[in-house]
């Protein structure tokens, strides 16, 4: 028989205490494991998106409908077949093509580029000023969406159409300068509490330049003219935004719609472009105190924004990791700026492989979630850019990869899924309007 001592008593008590230790350790490890495993499953998860709609159309009474089908539309139009007046209003469609231009561009098939403009004339339809998409949580004005628009519109001809948009911009505009994140298309105010987004000033100052530069002489100076109260706020609130030790801007929120506590690049980089823009602007009016104290404050932040982001390879947030580059990049780049720095180039070409998505496309970011969706307003941004600094080969491909995931009535949706199917919200005008800058830019 054996005799149990305090020693070994004692000794038993240990282990059994150490297994019990161990045992809750693994535990431990393994809930651990498992919840890793559903966050990572979760940031991975394919999504899957419905397709909205084929396209938007103007339907009876003249009202806008989303479409199921390209069969409902009478041919190469945004008009519902089968209604007493739809000739009629293809016809008025074709001939509001035909008041401007459709940029060809060498390589490029098809009608991407006119059905992008059409479906650019349709969103504005309702009010005079594009929403960013017709369905339901799209059907508003965001000042970023509407400068790409008021941009594509006057490069193309479209003066008056382009110029409503600038004086929508400056209607809404608040005495303080700073814009809201979007606004009801009617002008009567804004749909939420989303707050004040800084980089509206940038995009508004932006646009201005931009239906500028497409007119001439007396045109040119009366447009200016029209504005000018437009221009003084936005710039006045783009250098009271950078009066700051630093001299960069405070967080706020940008295109990725989420409340920053950081500062995002995007946002230091569209002052920065409005600035610049407002510059040009003064030079046109002639106010060469204006222009001047506009420049000092773009080169104070420039010198700011390269010291700051530029040091870690332009991340999305300031002080954020490499990976996480976004669409930030290009928007230090033209045409949102006219200056080339190679740093920022660098940064973009390194962009590419980060933000890219199994169908093809780009997600708006290197740190977005890995859901496998790709981004038209990202891809087509890219585009752009790729335009505008020369790489004329991405910049084609990245519009034949646009071209190729359009829905079957030939619009360019929101999101391409893994599998290269489109869905969201089709059209979206950000997309539209970007595919039809690139292609005038290409086209020249």
């Known amino acids: 028989m054996a005799v149990l001592t305090l020693g070994s008593a004692l000794s038993g008590e240990r282990k059994r205490s150490q297994r019990a230790w161990l045992g809750a350790v693994l535990c431990l490890l393994v809930i651990v494991m498992i919840g890793s495993s559903g966050l990572l499953l979760h940031r991975t998860r394919i999504a899957s998106v419905p397709l909205h709609a084929v396209t938007v159309a103007v339907g009876p009474g003249g009202n806008l409908v989303e479409v199921g089908a390209a069969a409902e539309l009478v041919p190469g139009s945004r008009v519902l077949a089968g209604m007493p007046s739809s000739f009629d209003l293809a016809r008025e469609q074709d001939a509001w093509l035909a008041a401007g231009t459709v940029p060809r561009v060498p390589g490029l098939d098809g009608d991407m580029v006119a059905l992008a403009l059409l479906d650019l004339h349709v969103l504005s339809r309702p009010y005079g000023v594009a929403v960013?998409?017709?369905s339901e949580h799209w059907r508003y004005v965001w000042p970023r969406d509407a400068a790409l628009v008021a941009s594509a519109l006057a490069r193309t001809g479209h003066h008056a159409d382009a110029e409503r948009i600038v004086r929508f911009l400056r209607q809404v505009q608040p005495?303080?300068?700073f814009f809201q994140a979007r606004y009801l298309p009617d002008g009567s105010g804004v749909?939420?509490?989303r707050g004040i987004e800084l980089d509206g000033v940038g995009w508004a100052l932006w646009a201005t330049?931009?239906?500028?530069?497409?007119?001439n002489g007396a045109d040119r100076k009366a447009f200016l003219q029209r504005h000018r109260n437009l221009i003084e706020r936005s710039t006045e609130a783009a250098l009271r935004s950078i009066s700051?030790?630093?001299s960069l801007p405070p967080p706020s929120a940008d295109y990725w719609e989420v409340k920053e506590e950081r500062l995002t690049l995007a946002t230091a980089a569209l002052i920065c472009a409005g600035l610049e823009s407002s510059v040009e602007l003064y030079h046109m009016l002639h106010?060469?105190?204006k222009a001047q104290a506009a420049a000092a404050g773009a080169t104070r932040l420039r010198a700011a924004i390269k010291k700051d982001f530029g040091y870690n390879g332009y991340p999305r947030h300031l002080g954020g990791g490499r990976d996480s580059v976004d669409l930030g990049v290009d928007f230090l780049l033209p045409p949102l700026t006219s200056s080339i720095d190679q740093t920022v180039v660098r940064a973009w070409e390194r962009s590419a492989s980060l933000m890219a998505r199994p169908a093809g496309g780009l997600a708006p970011g290197g740190s977005w979630r890995r859901d496998g969706v790709s981004w038209t307003n990202a891809t087509a941004s890219?585009?752009?850019t790729a335009a505008f600094i020369g790489q004329r080969e991405e910049a084609l491909q990245r519009l034949r990869w646009l071209d190729q995931h359009r829905t079957t009535a030939g619009s360019l949706p929101e999101k391409v899924l893994p599998d290269g199917q489109p869905a969201a919200v089709s059209p979206l005008a950000w997309t539209a309007a970007?595919?039809?800058i690139t292609a005038d830019q290409l086209s020249s």
Not at 209 to 215: F, G, I, K, N, T
């Open 209 to 215: 330049e931009e239906v500028a530069l497409e007119l």
């Open 434 to 436: 970007a595919v039809v």
């Open 175 to 177: 005495e303080s300068g």
């Open 382 to 384: 890219r585009a752009m």
């Open 287 to 289: 106010d060469a105190d």
């Open 244 to 246: 700051t030790p630093s």
């Open 191 to 193: 749909p939420d509490d």
């Open 132 to 134: 960013a998409g017709w």
